[in-house]
T-cell receptor, first 112, second 114 residues
Framework: GENVEQHPSTLSVQEGDSAVIKCTYS??????FPWYKQELGKGPQLIID?????GEKKDQRIAVTLNKTAKHFSLHITETQPEDSAVYFC???????????FGQGTELSVKP | EAGVAQSPRYKIIEKRQSVAFWCNPI?????LYWYQQILGQGPKLLIQ????????DSQLPKDRFSAERLKGVDSTLKIQPAKLEDSAVYLC????????????FGQGTRLTVV
């Protein structure tokens, strides 16, 4: 069935370092890949997304890359700040369906 | 623009009791989702509505869970009877194909079954 694997489950970095989170998906029909940030006690909030016709997308300190052949996509955060500390989820969906299949989450801790 | 509203924020019930959650999506969003998020895991879709019709309820435990979306706006999710393993955060989200692909999430309802 549809599945999204996410690694690592926890990630600790020093402020200013980069952080990379990786995901793989199983359904080759998936063509929309959002990343969500979830802070304690809050719902997930979209931080960046990518469609299958694009290999890379950047938004300030955040970038996402997609390799459709390998069914991999990754989140890159540069110049990390303490406020980046949160749980990050990758997800995949078929655009028409809209249903999101989430990864297991990565707890990112940025130490000052 | 107001976000997705959910209530209550927290609920504690005993097993075998019933409980209901309410969701008001962003105005104009035709698609509404209910996700279950167990502690330490990613959200899992329970049911998806398009207006007031069900698009996907394949992961909804229909012997105890039910959901409705009357008039294509607000939605309620009910659990009856609750089990210990139903302890989770129940997230409501909404989206609109005419306004991009993003699903906007509410803050969720944290359910504890004791």
């Amino acid at each position: 069935g549809e599945n999204v694997e996410q690694h690592p489950s926890t990630l600790s970095v020093q402020e200013g370092d980069s952080a990379v989170i990786k995901c793989t998906y199983s359904d080759s029909a998936s063509n929309y890949f959002p990343w969500y940030k979830q802070e304690l006690g809050k719902g997930p909030q979209l931080i960046i997304d990518i469609r299958s016709n694009v290999g890379e997308k950047k938004d300030q300190r955040i970038a996402v890359t997609l390799n459709k052949t390998a069914k991999h996509f990754s989140l890159h955060i540069t110049e990390t700040q303490p406020e980046d500390s949160a749980v990050y989820f990758c997800a995949a969906s078929k655009i028409q369906g809209g249903k999101l299949i989430f990864g297991q989450g990565t707890e990112l801790s940025v130490k000052p | 623009e107001a976000g997705v509203a959910q209530s209550p924020r927290y609920k504690i019930i005993e097993k075998r009791q019933s409980v209901a959650f309410w969701c008001n999506p962003i105005s104009g969003h035709a698609t509404l989702y209910w996700y279950q998020q167990i502690l330490g895991q990613g959200p899992k879709l329970l049911i998806q509505f398009q207006n007031n019709g069900v698009v996907d309820d394949s992961q909804l435990p229909k012997d105890r869970f039910s959901a409705e979306r009357l008039k294509g706006v607000d939605s309620t999710l009910k659990i009856q009877p609750a089990k210990l393993e139903d302890s989770a955060v129940y997230l409501c989200a909404s989206s609109s194909p005419t306004r991009g692909l993003e699903a906007f999430f509410g803050q969720g309802t944290r359910l504890t079954v004791v």
